[in-house]
């Protein structure tokens, strides 16, 4: 009869366990020097060697020429407990006799001496299962037993275990097995039943069984019955349900590109051959985790288990990204794939996630501007690039007379606020009175930011496309002066304005009449664009003249301090930056 390689496998000695070194040493040790302890836990992840090790163990013990570390496998002792029909090892499943009636009988059993052998042992599997009363009724027995017995607790969940059970007894945490020993494992397997597979096709294997070897088996026998003695790597990963490679192609292309309509069509494809997202999803979060750590690692880190074609095709993505768009890649991708748990469109949650993806390739990173921020960026104003210390020295210097040196010594301070425009009647563009540089839209068109915007709302209402209409009026606009026009969309207008992104870089290079580019930018909702988040340079609070002022002006610079305030290199920079508005100036010395 057909026998699952699993079970047909299951080693019958120390040395044929893989990985576990370090239960297996100390076990034989305790059996040559014959200090054979009462009670063990086996405790770790399914599949990974306790029921086999268990056996071993008793073989060990009860060998006719043991107590010994390599029992001979040939007297009736040893193949009884092969068979399973030994009369002094139990096992029981604790998942179906966890109760106290099954325990008390099980102490009862345990009085009687051992029918032939040395020892009566006891394998209790699915420990944890096992009631508190029923562990109570353990206790006494496992404390002082007679000196037959020996008892083998496995579980996957020893911390389920009293602490009065763990106490008393002897503790072995089995680990993992390493994708490596499990590929080496499978290749000696394929051999004995006379497969031939080629390595990644394994490699494919083992990484689906996560570490449980007999997962990794039970899934190299699905391989066998799909594809007879020959494994294929092609056919095995696609029978696992492996992302094919160009998907992931057609993903970093997207990317690279900046290309969101092919992020589209990924999940078109992925639609159309019926494969399940969060499945899909999940290779996602370890493709770019691996590509992060190879990143960090290096190419030949042992930290991304895979196959060599594998390994290659990473390595030939990784010079794509940098560090910091993986890790957003990465925090994006886990997201998405929580959120896909319970989506109820999860085709449209997919979509909405990797538009992302493509669009957090515009961001900038907090540590460019701040670069810049230190680093001014050339083709200011040349009293602006001057240290920031220079502003006292300069008014020291400054030829101005009487009423100007009574405020000469004082640092003017300045209140600047980073722009989310809460007042739709308010132009937010900086004016060339502030000493801005002048390639700004407002400086070259007679067009504001949000003329602009009711310009586009209105020709998208017109031509009927409501959608982009709505979405664009919910927007935020924003205009850097290097031609780079951003559009920061809710949430829910994303999909629309990124399919109409072209149309809308279109019209808007028609009305401002210039050569911008249009992208979208990171999301907003709605509780963002009534916050304003200010970074106050100075101290104190906001004057009156401030507190009348609609809060996203820019005010005027009247007194020759405010405007030397206004043209210190460090706010010009914040400025220019952070898109930044200057609301007040104040003189700290005078709140002082
Ligand atoms: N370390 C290992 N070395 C070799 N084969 C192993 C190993 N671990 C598991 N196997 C294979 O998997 C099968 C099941 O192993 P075993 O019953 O020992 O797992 P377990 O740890 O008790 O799992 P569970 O927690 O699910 O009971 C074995 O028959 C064997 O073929
Ligand atoms: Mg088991
Ligand atoms: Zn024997």
């Avoid at 992104?501 to 979208?520: D, F, P, Q, S, Y």
């Amino acid at each position: 009869m057909y026998q699952v390689i699993a079970r047909k496998y299951r080693p019958q000695t120390f040395q044929q366990v893989v990985n576990q070194e370090h239960v297996k040493q100390t076990l034989i040790n305790a059996i040559t020097q014959k200090r054979i302890g009462h009670g063990y836990i086996f405790s770790g992840p399914r599949g990974t060697g306790k029921t086999t090790l268990a056996r071993i163990l008793a073989k060990s013990l009860n060998c006719e020429k043991g107590p010994t570390p390599e029992p001979c496998l040939e007297c009736s002792s040893c193949q009884e407990i092969t068979t399973g029909s030994s009369l002094d090892l139990t096992e029981i499943d604790a998942a179906s006799n966890r109760r106290i009636d099954d325990i008390r009988e099980l102490r009862e059993n345990v009085r009687y001496r051992p029918v032939r052998d040395r020892y009566k042992v006891f394998i209790i599997d699915e420990a944890h299962q096992i009631t508190s009363d029923a562990f109570n009724a353990l206790l006494k027995t496992l404390e002082e037993p007679p000196e037959w017995v020996v008892f083998i607790l496995c579980t996957t969940e020893p911390q389920q275990f009293p602490a009065t059970i763990v106490s008393r007894c002897q503790t072995f945490p089995f680990r993992t097995v390493e994708v490596e020993q499990v590929v080496k494992h499978l290749h000696w397997l394929c051999q004995e039943e006379k497969i031939t597979a080629e390595n990644d096709a394994l490699v494919a294997i083992a990484l689906a069984g996560d570490g449980s070897i007999r997962d990794s088996l039970s899934t190299l026998d699905q391989a066998i019955a799909s594809f007879g003695n020959q494994l294929k790597t092609q056919p095995v990963r696609d029978l696992l349900g492996a992302i094919p490679s160009e998907i992931l192609d057609a993903i970093t292309n997207a990317l690279t590109e900046s290309k969101p309509e092919k992020m589209l069509e990924v999940v078109d494809q992925l639609h159309r051959e019926g494969r399940h997202l969060q499945n899909f999803c999940g290779q996602l979060v370890t493709y770019f985790r691996n590509l992060l750590v190879m990143k960090i690692s290096g190419n030949d880190t042992r930290l991304v288990p895979s196959g060599d074609g594998d390994r290659e095709k990473l390595s030939s993505h990784l010079d794509h990204f940098n560090q910091e768009d993986l890790t957003r890649y990465l925090a994006i991708s886990l997201d998405l794939y929580r959120d896909l748990q319970h989506a109820l469109h999860p085709r449209f949650r997919l979509e909405v996630g990797l538009l992302k993806l493509v669009h957090v390739g515009h961001l900038t990173s907090i540590e460019k501007i701040l670069t810049q921020w230190n680093n001014p960026p050339t083709g200011m104003p040349a009293d602006a690039t001057e240290p920031p210390s220079s502003v006292a020295e300069h008014e020291n210097s400054s030829a101005d007379t009487s009423k100007e040196n009574a405020t000469t010594e004082h640092l003017p301070s300045v209140s600047i606020e980073n722009r989310h425009d809460p007042n739709p009647e308010s132009t937010a563009l900086p004016t060339e009175s502030l000493e801005t540089p002048t390639d700004n839209l407002h400086a070259t068109t007679d067009f504001t930011l949000n003329e602009l915007q009711d310009s586009l709302v209105k020709i998208f209402k017109d031509e009927g496309d409501n959608f982009t209409a709505d979405g664009l009026e919910r927007a935020e606009f924003d205009y850097s002066s290097n031609g780079h026009l951003e559009i920061r969309p809710l949430r829910d207008d994303i999909a629309t304005l990124q399919i109409n992104l072209k149309a809308i870089e279109v019209k808007a290079r028609a009305i401002g009449r210039r050569n911008m580019n249009v992208a979208l930018g990171a999301v907003t909702d709605a509780t963002e664009m009534t916050t304003t988040s200010s970074a106050n340079l100075g101290a104190g609070t906001a004057t009156d003249r401030s507190s009348n002022q609609s809060p996203s002006e820019n005010i005027q610079p009247e007194t020759e301090i405010e405007k030397r305030a206004l043209s210190d290199p460090e706010v010009a920079t914040f400025r220019n930056t952070l898109d930044g508005q200057v609301r007040d100036v104040r003189n700290l010395r005078s709140y002082s």
